[in-house]
């Protein structure tokens, strides 16, 4: 079992900065992908962006140019820089992992934090 906890949350007008952190613990075998979801009210949870163990980073067009991702796979944390946030950044952000044990896998789901954005 695999427990996510987010942090770094919060309220900022458009045009500012938030830092993201995710920290993994529990009977941990290998994270092969890290990374962090959103959902907005009213929609579907959506990508923001993922690293794989080997630093391959994957952005939703939406992310690009305005957030990097960092891993740091011997803590087991990930974080997200934001900036130049916009009002429709504003939602739910989730941090999510693919652990993998042997040949099994599962996807874990922090409990999320949210972000909002005033214009």
């Known amino acids: 079992q695999v427990l996510l906890v987010e942090s770094g949350g919060g309220s900022v007008q458009a045009g500012g900065s938030l830092r993201l952190s995710c920290a993994a613990s529990g009977t941990i075998f290998s994270i092969n992908v890290m990374g962090w979801y959103r959902q907005a009210p009213g929609k579907q949870r959506e990508l923001v962006a993922t690293?794989?163990?080997?630093?391959?980073?994957n952005y939703a067009d939406s992310a690009k140019g305005r957030f990097t991702l960092s891993r740091n796979n011997a803590e087991n944390t990930v974080y997200l820089q934001m900036s130049s946030l916009k009002p429709e950044d504003t939602a739910v952000y989730y941090c999510?992992?693919?652990?993998?044990?042997?040949?099994?896998?599962?996807?874990?789901w922090g409990q999320g934090t949210q972000v909002t954005v005033s214009s």
């Open positions: 690293m794989t163990r080997d630093s391959t980073t």
């Open positions: 999510y992992c693919r652990h993998s044990r042997y040949w099994s896998g599962a996807d874990y």
